[in-house]
């Protein structure tokens, strides 16, 4: 059993170039979730869905777009990227986020440089 | 409020017990949560309870929780080394499609 599935685990970019980081779950839940963590500061929402078709900007969405067009993938995409998204992303998917825990991805780790 | 805090780092002796606290502020909460994150890897689900819930024991996990000062801990009996990690605590609200994280526990167990 798959669960959540992130690509790629490391990659660095220069200032100004994009990327799509990848996220797939194979546990057909409706609520998927891109979080980043910075050192000592815990997660931060970037963007979430409730649904194929539903997206919903998070605490911090600036310079991050996202797309849900099936149940299964949730990429996240950064069109300039900039040094101070160097961070590590999660993702995150949900049965039902009143009453199950949010399942999450190794994470990828992203230096902007 | 969301505000979900915890104190940032904990040293233990192999053997002894660990208790990592957590605070929050919203009343609404129906689950508490808490995450597990080995280094290099993502988060992985310890435990949980259910707001209507005063405690609840897994192997060497307690979870304890009073709703009257908004205190959540974990304690982990006999600490081993395999238990250091950055630990989460998570909040989850009524209505709500998000939890609120706080900073993370970071555990070192020592010889």
């Known amino acids: 059993n798959a669960g959540v599935t992130q690509t790629p685990k490391f990659r660095i970019l220069k200032i100004g170039q994009s990327m799509t980081l990848q996220c797939t779950q194979d546990m057909n839940h409706n609520y998927m979730y891109w979080y980043r963590q910075d050192p000592g500061m815990g997660l931060k929402l970037i963007y979430y869905s409730v649904g194929a078709g539903i997206t919903d900007k998070g605490e911090v969405p600036n310079g991050y777009n996202v797309s849900r067009s099936t149940t299964e993938d949730f990429p996240l995409r950064l069109e300039l990227a900039a040094p101070s998204q160097t961070s590590v992303y999660f993702c995150a998917s949900s049965k039902d986020p009143a009453r199950q825990p949010q399942h999450f991805g190794d994470g990828t780790r992203l230096s902007i440089l | 409020g969301e505000d979900v805090e915890q104190s940032l780092f904990l040293s233990v002796r192999e053997g002894d017990s660990s208790v990592i606290n957590c605070t929050y502020t919203d009343s609404s909460s129906t689950y508490l949560y808490w995450y597990k994150q080995e280094p290099g890897a993502g988060l992985q689900l310890l435990t949980y309870?259910?707001?209507?819930?005063d405690m609840k024991q897994d192997q060497r996990l307690t979870v304890l929780l009073n709703k009257k000062d908004k205190h959540l801990s974990l304690r982990i009996a006999d600490t081993q080394t395999g238990d250091s990690a950055i630990y989460f605590c998570?909040?989850?609200?009524?209505?709500?499609?998000?939890?609120?994280f706080g900073a993370g526990t970071t555990v070192t167990v020592r010889a």
């Open positions: 998570a909040e989850g609200l009524r209505n709500d499609y998000k939890l609120s």
């Open positions: 309870i259910f707001s209507n819930m």
